[in-house]
């Protein structure tokens, strides 16, 4: 029967090659004879007969936990393409990254991989079956497979996780200050409602004072807080559950409606969502997936409104129509992109094109975190001193309206 191994030969590199054998160790032991080095093995038929012996220590190993933990896979991936440049087998470069610690669920997922390795699966199939890596990983993975360039597409996975996470990390800083300051103002603007502000009323009602309209509201409001603590209590539970439903809110995607309809917010999430969505084609078209099977695996990261017109954009691809025009139509191309994808299709150097399109978008990212960053914060500043500074005015109205009349 034939059985498919991806194979190292010193003179083409990585390669897949097809044997006729009886079975996995036969065509391993027919490719040793020809000085290739055996690195993975296809499916084949050959394999169903140890697969029983090795159904359950596979079963047991292939079971890791489901949940999100430390698991940086991108780390893993420049680790494993390093080690694979440096020559060892791929069951032995997982053994050492296994045996070279690390947190237990990538200890356990690493003992997943090398026990579906060591039955004779795929390296992108042993990685399929723990479900704790992403589906462009591996797609690129399976693409690798067919191409032989296993340690160049490791290589750029693990430097599109990089920028992924310096751009996350960038617009998760961005965000940080303001909502601090914002906790902090509103927490001061609390304190001063319900603590400073009954304390004061008490004070200016002892002078009987003649008090303004909105300092008497004011005062009134705070004596309410004061004689009722439990309502101030339960305005901070709600606006720390109004906070964490946002939040929740937000993660589960439930914003995708109307976050890109805020005026500065809105371009900013585009621009992000665009960025992700052509360095994941990029990557994926780099490493032999074809253009509309690329497109169609960085959909999900597209909101659910240009998500349906990717997947239109891409059923067009299959049609005939020129990539540049479909994704145009699709809004996900400008008129910069546009003429950028023309000239990909001119030149046919569609993977650097897509990557310099996602670095482009990257760039005008970070020059708008930088302008919202100079706007929002003053703005921020501004009406948080505004509001603290309208308490404090109104608190002292009364008072200075006694020492008119003492004079």
Known sequence: MRIELVVRSRSAGMMVRSFEAADLA??????????????????????AEGAAAHAAPVAAAA?????????????????????????LGVLEAVDALRAGGGSA???????????????????????????????LFIAAMRA???????????????EHERRMQRLRARVAGAATYPLILLGVGS???????????????????????????????????????????????????????????????????????WLPRLPLVGTLTRLYRHSQVYRTAGVLVRGGVPAPQALRQAAPLLPPREREKLLAAVARLGEGQ??????????????????????????????????????????????????????????LMVGIGLVIGAIVVLMYLPIFDLAAQLQ
């Open 26 to 47: 036969a065509a391993q032991a027919r490719a040793a004879a020809e000085g290739l080095q055996v690195l993975s093995a296809g499916r084949s038929a050959a394999r």
């Open 63 to 87: 079971a890791p936990p489901r949940q999100r933990g430390d698991l940086d896979h991108g780390a893993l991936a420049d680790e494993l393409s390093t080690l694979l440049g440096a020559g």
């Open 105 to 135: 669920a990538r200890r356990q997922v690493l003992a997943a991989v090398a026990a579906a390795l060591a039955e004779g699966r795929p390296l992108s199939d042993a990685f399929a079956a723990t479900g704790r890596f992403p589906p």
């Open 144 to 158: 690798s497979e067919r191409t032989g360039d296993l340690v160049a597409t490791l290589q750029r996975h693990a």
């Open 187 to 257: 927490a001061v603007v609390l304190f001063l409602l319900g603590f400073v502000v009954p304390r004061f009323a008490g004070l200016v009602e002892t002078t009987r004072a003649e008090m303004p309209l909105a300092s008497r509201w004011l005062m009134q409001f705070g004596k309410a807080m004061s004689d009722h603590p439990e309502a101030l209590v339960l305005l901070l539970g709600a606006l720390v559950a109004a906070a964490v439903a946002l939040v929740w809110h937000v993660k589960s995607g439930g914003a995708e409606r």
């Open 322 to 379: 020129a990539i540049s025009q479909a994704l145009t139509e699709a809004g996900l191309a400008d008129p910069v992109v546009q003429r950028m994808l023309v000239v990909a299709e001119r030149t046919g150097t569609l993977p650097q094109m897509l990557e310099r399109i996602a670095t482009r978008a990257e760039a005008r990212l970070e020059a708008g975190l930088d302008i919202a960053s100079r706007w929002i914060e003053p703005a």
